[in-house]
Structures are given as C-alpha cells and as structure tokens.
C-alpha cells in the first residue's frame, strides 16, 4: 500500500476515504486479509462481480485458457473464446439484436453506441438525462449529468439532458414523471434540434437506485420512436443478472436499439460490448473504431462462463429473492427522521439520508460507511449528492449472510438516531 500511495496518480479513488484495506484472498461473499481476517462484500467492486469471488466455473475456464498460452491475438485474428461469446451473447439477446462490438470498459462501449448512432444517421447531436452516469472519457463524461466531475474538462456540447423522474431539479424537488414526458414531448414540438440517439438508464444506479414505472419507459420509448430517435440502454451496472434478469429492459419489456453492457459481463475481467441490429453495427467500414485489446480472450471466456451460470436461471431467481429480502428488511428505515427513502432494484439498495430541511447529508453515509467496516462488512456512499447509502451484493451471497448484514447496518442506523447525530 504504501508504494501505491507514493506512485499512484491522485485521480484514482484508491486513497478517496483514507488508507484501504488490503485483501489478499477472495471466496463467495467474502474477501480476506493477510491475516485471514474476513469481510462481507457488499459493493461487488461496484456492481462487477455478481458471482463472487473464486467462483468455480472462472477459476475452470482460466486454467483452460492459460493452458493455450495466447493471452492476447488483437483485433485482426479471432480466437476460440471470442466466438464462443458471440454465440452465448446471441443466444440471450432480443431477436433484433445480432451484431456485437465488444470494447474493454463501459465508458468505452459508451463512447462505441455514440460513433455508431451518429456514423448511421449521420447527425451529431445526443440527448441524455438528469442523474445519468455513463462514464468519465471524454464523450461518455460529456453524457453523465454530474457538473462537477464535468467542469475541469472539455466536454462535447452536442448534448440535450432530459429530466430523468425522481432526481433532483432544485435543492430539495424531484422531477415527477409527468414532468419529464411532457419535457420530452414538448422538446420535440419545437423541433430545434434534430437528434440521432437517447441513452438511458431502465433504473438509474450511480445516482443511488432510482427506478421509475414502468409508464414512463412505455411513454418515453414511444417519443423517441416517433420522432426516429436512436434508443441507447445503459446496461453497464444493470445488465448480467443484476436486476433479476439478463438486462433491465427486458423487465419493462422494451425494445431498445443498442444497448452498453460491461461490469458483471465477465464478473472480474475488464470487458464490456455494445449490442445491436446489422444494420447499425455493420455499416461503419473496418477499422473506423477499434481498439487493441478488445475481445481479449481471457476476458471473454470469463464472460462465457458468467452466462453459463446466469442461463441455468438459479441467479437470476436469486437476484429477485435478494430484492424481496433488502425491501423487507430495509422498510423499517422509512420511519427514520433522517432518510428520505430507501429504494430497491433487483439485488441492489439505495437509502437516502437528508438533513432536516431535506438538503443531502452525506457526512452520515461516510460515517456509516465507517463504522460497517469496523463490523467487517463493505459498503459504500453513492447518489446524486453523495448522500445514499449503496448494497450492492453478489448474487450467490448466502440469505443468512444478507440478513445479518442488514441487521447490523439497521442497529447501527437507530444508534444515530438514538445519539442524535443529524
């Protein structure tokens, strides 16, 4: 650690909250130190490794790729597990989806369904929403909504942000979703501005799980639709399992035109693919967007065994039954003075604090942030403001290792309260 603090450059969170800790093995919910002492992991690297740590079926499938000894052919070979991948992804994708650009991170396969709209349709500009995280590079930062992480930099200005339903459009109010369709329907009335593509969120996660109806997809998708809008679904923190199903559109039963996956994709391994009809994926020439590492094939047989253990359908369910046990377990929280609301998506929770005048608290989430992991469990501050409490945990986490977590955040939220800390 000590090396890493003196070499490593400033911008990485590593040193965010102070001197981490440093793990030396991992095994299903639980990562360890040097001294075997465990931790319960509750952030799955953010949202990343949705089937744990050692899982048996990666720990397979690298031994058979190491035992070929190519770590790496580039772009202009294939190799066995790139195609493997192409037909799994195939294979779990909506029928007008079959073509596949596979990149190496979320922000990488942001900035790919950005050059591929426009490429297809030949105009420029992007409309992107309130609240929204896509990435920190410099086109997928220029469609993440957060102005501070934006400022320092030279972003693009091609971009409309719509308001997404239940983020903030001052101080203290949320945009209600009859607020934002009528924004939307209005926008295109006046037609000043003739966009090629949307990108959204189906349950917006980085700015501390926010998930609107399922209306306000229906109605949304129908104006972009109307008005021959590229639709672009973030699947980056969603997609792979996460919210009980292979992608997060699939529970609002919408028909996206490209979609973004990464994170959980490999459950480790930096990887990450756009999805998308021939007809968009195919008509850029060979060699307009490519990248070195892409298809890598330790990263794709990674990805190949994830969706071999999401398609037995066991994770899946279980990602449901997770939901079920954070909204039982986690209601209680509602009646405390100083959270606003507590929110679920598949296997994933937001709890939201707030000061007395309803302005974001986020000193209380580094404070609870703290004292879980003196209880050796993991967790960490996420939201809009900083202000939302985020559980993220892996999808083969043991119900009873969930709910005494819960329990144990729970006790410590009512010993705030009881303190009088807000």
Same mark, same amino acid.
Not at 264 to 273: E, F, T
Not at 397 to 407: A, C, E, G, R, Y
């Given at each position: ?10 911008a990485?969170?590593? !040193? ?5 800790i ?8 639980f990562?360890? *130190?040097k001294n ?12 990343v490794?949705?089937? &744990?740590?050692?899982?048996?079926s990666h720990?397979k499938?690298v ?5 070929t ?8 070979l ?7 991948l #192409? ?6 994708t909506?029928s007008?989806?079959? %073509?596949?650009h ?5 922000s990488?396969?942001?900035? *790919? ?7 297809f *349709?030949g105009?420029?500009?992007?409309i992107? =929403?309130? /609240?929204g995280?896509?990435?920190r590079?410099a086109?997928?930062?220029?469609l *993440?909504? $957060?102005?501070?992480i934006?400022?320092p =930099?030279?972003? !693009?200005?091609?971009?409309?942000f719509?308001?997404y339903? &239940?983020?903030f459009? $001052?101080? +203290?109010k ?7 369709? $009528?924004f939307?329907?209005? #926008? !295109? ?13 189906? /349950?917006?996660?980085?700015s ?9 997809f229906?109605e949304?998708?129908?104006?972009f639709?109307?008005n ?11 997609? !792979?399992g996460?919210t /009980?199903?292979y992608? %997060?559109?699939?529970? =609002? +039963? ?6 973004c996956a990464?994170?959980?994709m490999s459950?480790s391994l930096?990887?990450s693919v756009?999805? &998308?009809?021939s007809?968009i ?6 060699g ?10 330790? %990263?794709?047989?990674m990805a ?10 066991k994770?899946i369910k279980?990602?449901n039954?997770i ?6 377990k ?8 100083f ?15 707030? #000061?007395?005048d ?8 580094k ?14 501050? &996420?939201g809009?403001?900083?202000n939302?409490l985020?559980?993220?945990?892996p ?24 303190? $009088?800390?807000?």
């Amino acid at each position: 650690m000590r090396i890493t603090k003196k070499y490593e450059s400033s911008a990485v969170n590593t !040193f965010k909250n102070g001197n981490p800790i440093e793990f030396f093995t991992g095994k299903g919910e639980f990562l360890y *130190t040097k001294n075997k002492k465990k931790y319960l992991d509750l952030v799955c690297g953010s949202a990343v490794t949705n089937l &744990g740590h050692s899982h048996i079926s990666h720990l397979k499938i690298v031994k058979k790729v190491l035992k070929t000894g190519i770590f790496h052919t580039g772009t202009r070979l294939t190799n066995e597990f790139r195609e493997r991948l #192409y037909t799994k992804l195939n294979s779990i994708t909506p029928s007008n989806i079959n %073509s596949f650009h596979l990149c190496n991170s979320g922000s990488e396969a942001v900035e *790919t369904s950005i050059k591929a709209a426009q490429y297809f *349709t030949g105009k420029k500009n992007i409309i992107s =929403f309130s /609240g929204g995280y896509h990435g920190r590079t410099a086109g997928s930062l220029s469609l *993440t909504h $957060n102005k501070k992480i934006k400022e320092p =930099f030279n972003t !693009f200005r091609n971009i409309s942000f719509f308001p997404y339903p &239940g983020t903030f459009k $001052n101080k +203290n109010k949320k945009y209600s979703e009859e607020e934002c369709l $009528n924004f939307a329907s209005k #926008y !295109f009335k006046s037609k000043k501005k003739s966009a090629c593509a949307a990108i959204i969120e189906c /349950g917006q996660a980085v700015s501390g799980i926010i998930l609107p109806s399922q209306n306000f997809f229906l109605e949304i998708f129908k104006i972009f639709k109307k008005n021959n809008i590229i639709i672009i679904v973030d699947e980056i923190w969603n997609g !792979f399992g996460r919210t /009980g199903n292979y992608f %997060s559109f699939q529970n =609002f +039963n919408l028909k996206p035109d490209l979609i973004c996956a990464g994170k959980a994709m490999s459950s480790s391994l930096p990887l990450s693919v756009v999805l &998308g009809p021939s007809k968009i994926l195919k008509k850029w020439p060979p060699g307009i967007h490519t990248s070195t590492f892409q298809g890598n094939p330790l %990263s794709c047989a990674m990805a190949c065994a994830t969706i071999d253990e999401l398609s037995k359908g066991k994770l899946i369910k279980r990602a449901n039954k997770i939901n079920n046990i954070l909204r039982d377990k986690l209601s209680i929280l509602n009646d405390i003075h100083f959270i606003s609301e507590v929110r679920t998506h598949g296997a994933g929770a937001g709890i939201e604090f707030v #000061y007395p005048d309803g302005s974001a608290n986020s000193s209380i989430v580094k404070l609870i942030e703290r004292k879980m992991l003196k209880r050796n469990i993991i967790v960490y501050a &996420g939201g809009e403001r900083n202000n939302v409490l985020m559980l993220i945990p892996p999808l083969i986490i043991k119900f009873n290792n969930l709910k005494n977590s819960l329990k144990v955040l729970i006790k410590e939220i009512y010993l705030l309260e009881k303190e $009088n800390k807000i």
